[in-house]
């Protein structure tokens, strides 16, 4: 019952986002199922990884963070002579 009012809580709100009728127009309610399907899926993955250490900085990337740029006034304001 409550995964059926979340669905048409979101197909609702894609309609408006869409303007379709929500009543009529089936594409609303596919990506309301889109959406609830993602989210299970990641919550099931996060939950069962969980006990191994996993999903505990899902912010976190494959690859490493970008150079730090100099901090010092002169690097940032060059003066011109």
């Given at each position: 019952?409550?995964?059926?009012d979340?669905?048409?809580?979101?197909a609702?709100?894609?309609?408006?986002r869409?303007g379709?009728?929500?009543?009529?127009?089936p594409?609303?309610r596919?990506?309301?199922a889109?959406?609830?399907a993602?989210f299970?899926?990641?919550l099931?993955?996060?939950s069962?990884?969980?006990r191994r250490?996993?999903?505990?900085k899902p912010?976190t990337?494959p690859?490493?963070?970008?150079?730090?740029l100099p901090?010092?006034?002169?690097?940032?304001?060059?003066t011109?002579a």
């Amino acid at each position: 019952m409550l995964e059926a009012d979340m669905a048409d809580t979101l197909a609702g709100f894609v309609a408006a986002r869409l303007g379709v009728p929500a009543a009529t127009d089936p594409r609303p309610r596919v990506w309301a199922a889109l959406v609830m399907a993602t989210f299970r899926i990641a919550l099931h993955l996060c939950s069962t990884t969980a006990r191994r250490g996993g999903c505990a900085k899902p912010w976190t990337t494959p690859w490493p963070p970008p150079p730090r740029l100099p901090t010092s006034s002169s690097a940032r304001h060059p003066t011109s002579a």
